[in-house]
T-cell receptor, first 115, second 116 residues
Framework: AQSVTQPDIHITVSEGASLELRCNYSYGATPYLFWYVQSPGQGLQLLLK????DTLVQGIKGFEAEFKRSQSSFNLRKPSVHWSDAAEYFCAVGDNAGNNRKLIWGLGTSLAVNP | GAVVSQHPSWVICKSGTSVKIECRSLDFQATTMFWYRQFPKQSLMLMATSNEGSKATYEQGVEKDKFLINHASLTLSTLTVTSAHPEDSSFYIC????????????FGPGTRLTVL
């Protein structure tokens, strides 16, 4: 069955430090992959997505992610974290089975940023 | 583009009453809309998928008679929580999709429901 694993439940980094959030997926075919960010009490905002082509994907707010098929991973990175990046981050994979094509969600990683 | 709105953003109601939440795609026609429920500090739980003009498809364990979903047009879906109880208190989020080929969903800002 399709699944998404975000191994880190909570991460704390210092402002200005680099960041990597891990995401591993289990999916039989070429996946559609997404990273979303959710600020407290808010809906979700798409950071970036991978459908095909270049495996290094650039997103909004200075984020990027790299699709590594051999490792079944789609890790999110940012070279220098800002205090405003503190939020919940969700990785998702598109489930192309059936007619509804749902998203399969990871449990999320909560990011705290120290000043 | 691809903006989704939800109304209301928060609602407080008494136990036993019904609450309707609206989800609108403002600048595109949504072939499919999704309703999620999110508990504090947890991931999104898909409740149901609705396609315009047809009955919603509910996920296992979601009571269809309690959570009524109507997708009357390509830009509007509604979720009605019937006979609400305190355990229904949660954050409800809708999303919409216009490209059925690529799974990408656009999310509303969410509705905080508190049942007293």
């Amino acid at each position: 069955a399709q699944s998404v694993t975000q191994p880190d439940i909570h991460i704390t980094v210092s402002e200005g430090a680099s960041l990597e959030l891990r995401c591993n997926y289990s999916y039989g075919a070429t996946p559609y992959l997404f990273w979303y960010v959710q600020s407290p009490g808010q809906g979700l905002q798409l950071l970036l997505k991978y459908f095909s082509g270049d495996t290094l994907v650039q997103g909004i707010k200075g984020f990027e992610a790299e699709f590594k098929r051999s490792q079944s991973s789609f890790n999110l990175r940012k070279p220098s974290v800002h205090w405003s990046d503190a939020a919940e981050y969700f990785c998702a994979v598109g489930d192309n089975a059936g007619n509804n094509r749902k998203l399969i969600w990871g449990l999320g990683t909560s990011l705290a940023v120290n000043p | 583009g691809a903006v989704v709105s939800q109304h209301p953003s928060w609602v407080i109601c008494k136990s036993g009453t019904s609450v309707k939440i609206e989800c609108r795609s403002l600048d595109f026609q949504a072939t499919t809309m999704f309703w999620y429920r999110q508990f504090p500090k947890q991931s999104l739980m898909l409740m149901a998928t609705s396609n315009e003009g047809s009955k919603a498809t509910y996920e296992q364990g979601v009571e269809k008679d309690k959570f009524l979903i109507n997708h009357a047009s390509l830009t509007l879906s509604t979720l009605t929580v019937t006979s609400a109880h305190p355990e229904d208190s949660s954050f409800y989020i809708c999303s919409a999709r216009f490209d059925s080929l690529k799974n990408e969903q656009f999310f509303g800002p969410g509705t905080r429901l508190t049942v007293l």
